[in-house]
């Protein structure tokens, strides 16, 4: 059973920056990529950025240039640094981790409000 705890959303002002971190537990074998998901209400979930197992990272284009994507293997940790965030950044952020033969595993959401 893997389990994904996501932490680290809020309220933020515009221009303001935040920290998402998830971690992964459980009996995890052949990870093959770990990101970082969002979704807003009566919208598909949207890609915010991945990490392959080689470390090949890609962004949403929406999100260059403001976004980080890092990882801490020892600790089964991934991390979103989210700079100059906008109010269009408003989203639940889901943390996602897939391995060999098992699909895809999922994190309960942390949601992310960008307000004046």
């Known amino acids: 059973q893997v389990q994904l705890t996501e932490s680290g959303g809020g309220l933020v002002q515009p221009g303001g920056s935040l920290r998402l971190s998830c971690e992964a537990s459980?009996?995890?074998?052949?990870?093959?990529?770990r990101g970082w998901y969002r979704q807003v209400p009566g919208k598909q979930r949207e890609l915010v950025a991945t990490i392959t197992g080689d470390g090949s990272i890609q962004y949403a284009d929406s999100v260059k240039g403001r976004f980080i994507l890092s990882r801490d293997n020892a600790k089964m940790t991934l991390y979103l640094q989210m700079n100059s965030l906008k109010p269009e950044d408003t989203a639940m952020y889901y943390c996602?981790?897939?391995?060999?033969?098992?699909?895809?595993?999922w994190g309960q959401g942390t949601q992310v409000t960008v307000s004046s």
């Open positions: 459980g009996s995890i074998f052949g990870i093959t990529g």
């Open positions: 996602t981790l897939t391995t060999l033969g098992t699909g895809a595993y």
